[in-house]
């Protein structure tokens, strides 16, 4: 049983670029979130899936940002135009519904932007 | 208006003996609470979680206490290990198993296990 991966694990990008991060999920669930951390701050939740439908969105997702799941298995979080304050760790997390733990979230590595 | 709080960024404590972490909320949708803990550099990883129908539930050397009226939860690590030293998330989530709600998260309590 494989965890939450994400890639890249960090990435260096020059202010006005556009970026996009990949997550794959533990393998039989259906629930997908991503989440942003900034320094002395716990995780902030950004967007959430279940299965390929996007279910929520925190206003922090402004509309430079869109996410993806389009079978319902890896989910897709691009960043356009991207801003000195878009520098965070990125972190993807799954869960399944219906099992034990229900809603219990597991957590990726994390993807590091730092926007120069 | 943070409604997760943990008031103690940070906490030292002798190798054997008992950590305890501490977290307050201020929303009474809250129904499960969970730990995670995190280091440098990498995803936070779960620990342990509450149903706000318990208000105790134990895994090995860490037990979470869950006091509703109060809208206080505490995790114990006992013995508590330098490979305990982390930093140690507490969150919070309402409506469980109904949808698939954000978590909310404290900003975290540095612990630092000395042998």
């Known amino acids: 049983d494989t965890g939450v991966s994400q890639d890249p694990r960090h990435k260096i990008t020059k202010r006005g670029q556009n970026v996009t991060f990949r997550c794959d999920p533990i393998s039989e669930h259906n629930r997908l979130y991503w989440y942003r951390q900034t320094l002395g701050q716990g995780p902030e939740f950004l967007t959430y899936?279940?299965?390929?439908?996007?279910?929520?969105k925190s206003r922090l997702l402004s509309d430079r940002f869109s996410a993806e799941r389009p079978k319902g298995s890896f989910s897709t979080l691009e960043i356009q135009r991207t801003e000195q304050g878009d520098s965070a760790m990125y972190l993807c997390?799954?869960?399944?519904?219906?099992?034990?733990?229900?809603?219990?979230?597991?957590f990726g590595p994390g993807t590091r932007l730092t926007v120069l | 208006d943070q409604q997760v709080k943990q008031n103690s960024p940070s906490l030292s404590v002798q190798e054997g003996r008992i950590s305890i972490l501490n977290c307050d909320y201020t929303?009474?949708?809250?129904?499960?609470f969970l730990w995670y803990k995190k280091y440098p550099a990498e995803g936070p990883t779960f620990l342990i979680s509450?149903?706000?129908?318990?208000d105790k539930n134990e895994d090995g050397r860490f037990t979470v206490f869950l006091n509703k009226s109060a809208k206080h939860l505490s995790l114990h690590i006992v013995p508590s290990q330098p490979g305990d030293s982390a930093v140690y998330f507490c969150a919070a989530s309402a409506a469980r198993g109904q949808a698939g709600t954000a978590l909310i998260f404290g900003k975290g309590t540095t612990l630092s296990v000395s042998s």
């Open positions: 509450i149903s706000s129908i318990k």
């Open positions: 899936f279940q299965n390929e439908a996007q279910l929520e």
């Open positions: 997390a799954s869960s399944l519904q219906g099992g034990a733990n229900t809603d219990t979230q597991y």
């Open positions: 929303n009474s949708m809250f129904d499960y």
